[in-house]
């Protein structure tokens, strides 16, 4: 017998769920486009820690809901000449421990999860304004107007067990199709992306859910998302930048059934600042956001600390 508690505890938990997901898959990228000459490398290391509400529809009201995600990202990073463009492809592979907590129906929910989430990969090339350049050629050539082009795909990795709703992994992949065009005037930078993510089906998810038997089917609809970001170059290597994004859609169904309270139309604001350090070639970056209108999901600050090592050469 499916109890009202019971649809609200598992709407609670699926709330947090999602708002998970928003977090890690909304970041603000300031500069993504940035040219740099071929064969460059780097290595990051990023902390980032979430925290703050979760957002639920009117139908599910748990005005103390939260969640903690604090999470460590390995990022690889290499330029390359694509046909004769400009391009680079960074691979992460993020670690993350989340905890979420809220009352239902006068009931306190609690629940942790630790583990390897899903590795991103992601493939940029230049389209116009950016021609893949060696050093020598790098130090000659002034920005103006770039457009590039990139493919952010969200791997089926990760830790996850289909018998509990919340993971760390989503056992799915995604797709993110995205356009950006950057412009320089002197010492300041304004970048624009547009971009689209596309899900694959979770044909295993939540097993034996309240009302069903066995596995189920979540599917999502696509999302669209815009970022805008305004720089400011101090001095070569420090920079500093106002950022900004807004996401609509994504739309979940389970087994077919639509939610329509579950579409997001969410947005952020945030800073960034990038310090190199002394004439060395490790460099760190700070950011810090935070929601400005949330319809659906986390509505979380979110601050970040990122060591980087970076040098020219061909991989070995």
């Not at 649809?7 to 940035?34: E, K, M, N, W």
């Not at 050629?137 to 770039?146: A, D, G, P, R, Y």
């Not at 996850?160 to 993971?167: S, V």
């Amino acid at each position: 017998m499916i109890t009202s508690l019971m649809i609200r505890t598992v709407a609670l938990l699926f709330c947090l769920c999602a708002a998970r997901d928003v977090c890690h898959g909304q970041g603000l990228s300031p500069r993504a486009y940035v040219i740099t000459p071929i064969h460059s490398n780097a290595v990051t290391l990023t902390y980032t820690l979430q925290d703050g509400a979760v957002v639920f529809d009117q139908i599910v009201t748990t005005p103390d809901a939260r969640g903690t995600i604090n999470t460590g990202i390995l990022t690889c990073f290499h330029t390359l000449s694509f046909f004769g463009r400009s391009a680079n492809l960074n691979a992460s592979i993020p670690y993350s421990l989340g905890d979420f907590r809220g009352t239902v129906s006068g009931l306190k929910r609690e629940v942790s999860r630790s583990g390897l989430a899903p590795a991103v990969i992601r493939f940029s090339v230049n389209l116009k304004g950016g021609p893949a350049m060696t050093v020598e050629e790098f130090l000659k050539w002034k920005q103006k107007t770039v457009i590039g082009t990139s493919l952010t795909v969200t791997t089926g990795t990760g830790q996850y067990d289909p018998a509990r709703l919340i993971n760390i992994g989503t056992n799915r992949w995604a797709f993110k199709p995205e356009i950006g065009i950057s412009r320089r005037w002197g010492n300041w930078i304004v970048d624009g992306y547009g971009a689209v993510w596309f899900f694959t089906a979770n044909h295993d998810y939540f097993l034996n859910a309240p009302g069903t038997t066995g596995s189920n089917t979540q599917t999502q609809k696509p999302m669209g998302a815009v970022e805008v970001h305004l720089s400011y170059d101090v001095k070569p290597r420090l920079w500093v930048s106002l950022d900004g994004n807004y996401w609509y859609g994504g739309e979940t169904s389970l087994n077919g059934v639509p939610s329509p309270t579950t579409v997001q139309s969410n947005s952020r604001l945030g800073a960034t600042v990038a310090i190199p350090i002394g004439r060395s070639q490790h460099s760190l970056k700070f950011s810090y956001s935070g929601g400005t209108y949330i319809q659906f999901g986390g509505d979380f600050r979110e601050v970040s600390v990122a060591w980087q090592y970076s040098w020219l050469g061909r991989p070995n």
